[in-house]
């Protein structure tokens, strides 16, 4: 919960920053350019105040979207592994009955190693999905290629 709230607070602090920068940009270029009396200075300030405002608002809204895009785009790859992984399991369970009612103690253990490594592949390939490390969308892309 506190990771959330502190990845939060760093978003508003980067938009707010953002609306500062926009705000200051603008006054700096109404300083610049306008020559002011008292009216001009006050509608002025009030249009940058409103631009700072605008430009927090669109910079939060837009890492909301891309937060949302990370999210979906999650739990489509979690779909993908777990539809995998019920596949290789629903392939290998005749195999491994199969095994088992033969009663031969070496078949049983190649057997018990297989479905092991099975277990550490399908758990590496996981955590290297959700972790971005490995992409096999471009893997399979290049093999076809």
């Known amino acids: 919960m506190a990771a959330g709230a502190s990845e939060f607070r760093r978003k508003l ?3 707010i920053l953002a609306g500062f920068i926009v705000g200051g940009a603008a006054t700096l270029v109404d300083f610049t350019v ?31 979207h891309n937060e949302e895009l990370h999210y979906r785009f999650a ?21 491994c009955l199969a095994v088992q009612r033969t009663g031969d103690a070496e078949a049983l253990r190649m057997s ?15 955590t290297d999905v959700f972790a971005l490390k490995i992409d096999y969308e471009d893997e ?6």
């Open 75 to 95: 739990m489509e790859r979690a779909a993908i592994v777990s539809e995998l992984n019920h596949h290789v399991r629903n392939a290998i369970f005749p195999l």
């Open 140 to 145: 399979s892309r290049r093999t076809a290629a």
């Open 34 to 64: 306008i020559t002011f009396n008292r009216e001009t200075l006050v509608h002025q300030m009030a249009g940058n105040v409103i631009a700072a405002l605008v430009s927090t608002l669109f910079l939060l809204a837009v890492q909301l």
């Open 13 to 15: 602090g980067v938009s």
């Open 112 to 126: 018990s190693d297989a479905v092991e490594r099975i277990n550490i592949a399908m758990k590496d390939a996981a």
